[in-house]
């Protein structure tokens, strides 16, 4: 049964654990209970993920499959079938209350008036039903009068593990937290080595090393977090947080390492229905996440998911630009869709999968993708097949080091960076254009001549001063729409 605490101003409820929830119940003046009726839970729309453009019996995306490299393999299956990763989810912001949420059993529930911080602060509050928040698994603080959180009650929420000589209430079972109403939050303290924290100089590792980021989150009791009203994550505000389960409904924008840097925290699945641009080092070493999410996120900064080593799949429908590293040491990675994207970064994609064992990314389907950056498909261990019809330019070593790529797809190259397709000893097909592409250095270094053909549907006048930088004996043929080679 729900319990019912009326302090001044304040209404809680907590559910004990182990029991059948209640209706939930608020006080009118007089102190006469009257019931309330709770809103349904948000539930995230499964909306259908884009169509693969062409039927097929066979799934190309599997494991041996034979695809011809010159059709569209259309989208892998799991990003419409897969309840977490073809979640379409809408946002509208409306205030809420106690009982407009299906909380779990065991939530103390406390509405907040922000506006009187100054004389009744949440730290106040808080202590005054230490018993229930003592006997609860987590908390929920609705607020009202504003839609922020000034220091002292921020500081208040993130110490009640603490004990009360550490400026905490020695509480020790919590572990979910809810704000709700709360639309902006302050972000973290950059480390930098003239900051004047105890962090100073500490740098997290990997590429380029980052300083961490301080946020009085570090130690804390938080392991699931909802701040379904939150507009931005500010830079470095959970950098270096132990979390498991995070809901950000609102979300628009993750700054620069906004939860950077915890390898070891449990956080899995990552869904931001709202976000648009994910920001620099922004789930660097978030060694735990397995599934993201990001239906509207147009722009993803460079490092932003850098060393997430068991991140198994990456759906981001609307993505345009990633930056550089921004999917570095993706050892796990299987599949990735990302039909609107034009620009890779350099070293975007970095040591995937294992080519003994036949895991990772095996087709890189990117019907956009105009600009491929240095070293930008590099590493690939299972990579059979890219699909790139509007490709314009690869850069420096672009698709380098991919011992199983067999072909690529790119019709529309025009300009082929130095060693731009070095290091790909089973490559057996590159499908360009009517016209040759410039080309610089050694740009086929390391293909065996004896397997490797390049493809054109142009005219053998246009073609016939072509010479594959770096590999001369590598045959060049004219190929027609009826006669294609080989796939992958």
Partial sequence: MKQVFVYAGLVLTIAACGT??????????????????????????????PAPTTARKVNPYARNAKVEAHVDPGVDPIFTT??????????????????????????????????????????????AVRDALARASGVAVYLDGGAALNDPDLTAIQSLHRPAAQGGLGLTTLTRLYIY?????????ECTPTSGLACAGQTARGGRSPYLWFNGWWDSWVRHLTLDDLVEVKAGAFSNTPLESVSLR??????????????????????????????RDAFRRNQYLAKVNLPKVTKIDDFAFDDTSRLEYLNAPRLVS?????????????????????????????????ARTGTGVRVLRLPKLTVLDKNGLTGFGALRHVYAPRLTTAWHDAVTNNPSLAAVYAPNLSRLGPRAFRGNPN???VYLGEQPPTQEADVFVGADPGKLTIYHPGDAAAWARFVPAGNPRVPVRQQDDRRRGPGG
């Fill in 427 to 429: 490559l057996r097909a």
């Fill in 181 to 189: 109403n709360l639309k902006a939050l302050r972000g973290g303290q």
């Fill in 322 to 354: 990633i930056g550089r590293n921004a999917l570095n040491d993706t050892h796990a990675l299987k599949s990735v869709n990302l039909p609107a994207l034009e620009y890779i970064g350099i070293n975007c994609f970095d040591l995937n999968g294992d």
């Fill in 250 to 279: 609102a979300a628009r924008s993750i700054g620069t390492m906004g939860f950077g840097h915890r390898p070891y925290a449990k956080l899995s699945v990552l869904y931001l229905p709202s976000a648009t641009f994910i920001g």
């Fill in 20 to 49: 059948p929830a209640s209706t939930p119940v608020s006080t009118q003046a007089g102190g006469q209970p009257t019931p309330t009726v709770s809103a349904p839970a948000a539930v995230a729309e499964m909306g259908p993920a």
């Fill in 82 to 127: 897969d309840p977490v990763l073809r979640q379409r989810a809408t946002y509208t912001y409306r205030h809420t209350k106690p009982g407009d949420h299906a909380l779990p059993e065991g939530t103390v529930t406390i509405r907040y008036d922000v506006s009187t911080a100054g004389t009744s602060p949440l730290k106040d509050r808080l202590a």
